[in-house]
């Protein structure tokens, strides 16, 4: 089955700074691979996603990268803002069972 | 966001005991999904359904079993509850017509005594 690594498992950045978080995957087939955010107490919810045939996506301050060849995708966030703090989760669904498989999760801490 | 309800929010049960998690949806989607999580580990699979008689289980499904009673609710039960379950506990629901991405519920968190 989908294996997906996530890293770093924790991250601080200050204010202002970029953030970067990346996921590797083991299954060439996946075709989507989203990112969800976990505030603390409350449930995860999806902040952007990416399909396989699409390299780079971004939505004002994040975005997402796809490099199939490697089967690697990452998560930037650019002008951090203390309220970016909270869990990242990365997932990739394979093909048409489309479950979704979930890395390990980041805790990102933007510090003020 | 109310459209996926899981009860109840907090349980505490002993070992051994039975005990059923629950998870309704007004979203209309077909597929629902439990998933537990633990610090450290992510967010695992438990068993997923794509529509009423369809049941599959997930990564983890060793103590668990599952009961699709209808489009809008998908029940998780724990046979015999062990500390090791002691988790928090996500139902999620999606429509891959619509895309591909998941609607959480609010959570249960269960500890196994």
């Known amino acids: 089955g989908e294996n997906v690594e996530q890293h770093p498992s924790t991250l601080s950045v200050q204010e202002g700074d970029s953030a970067v978080i990346k996921c590797t995957y083991s299954?060439?087939?996946?075709?989507?691979f989203p990112w969800y955010k976990q505030e603390l107490g409350k449930r995860p919810q999806l902040i952007i996603d990416?399909?396989?045939?699409?390299g780079e996506k971004k939505d004002q301050r994040i975005a997402v990268t796809l490099n199939k060849t490697a089967k690697h995708f990452s998560l930037h966030i650019t002008e951090t803002q203390p309220e970016d703090s909270a869990v990242y989760f990365c997932?990739?669904?394979?093909?048409?069972?489309?479950?979704?498989?979930f890395g390990s999760g980041t805790q990102l801490t933007v510090l003020p | 966001d109310a459209d996926v309800t899981q009860t109840p929010r907090n349980r505490i049960t002993k070992t051994g005991k039975r005990i059923m998690l629950e998870c309704s949806q007004t979203?209309?989607?077909?597929?629902m999904y439990w998933y537990r999580q633990d610090p450290g580990l992510g967010l695992r699979l438990i068993y997923y359904s794509f529509d009423v008689k369809d049941i599959n289980k997930g990564e983890i499904s060793d103590g668990y079993s599952v009961s699709r009673q209808a489009q809008a609710k998908f029940s998780l039960s724990l046979e015999s509850a062990i500390p090791n379950q002691t988790a928090l506990y996500f139902c999620?629901?999606?429509?891959?017509?619509?895309?591909?991405?998941?609607?959480f519920g609010s959570g249960t968190r269960l500890t196994v005594v």
């Open positions: 299954d060439s087939a996946s075709n989507y």
């Open positions: 999620a629901t999606s429509d891959p017509g619509r895309g591909q991405g998941y609607t």
């Open positions: 979203k209309g989607h077909d597929r």
């Open positions: 997932a990739a669904s394979l093909g048409s069972a489309r479950q979704l498989t």
């Open positions: 990416i399909r396989s045939n699409v």
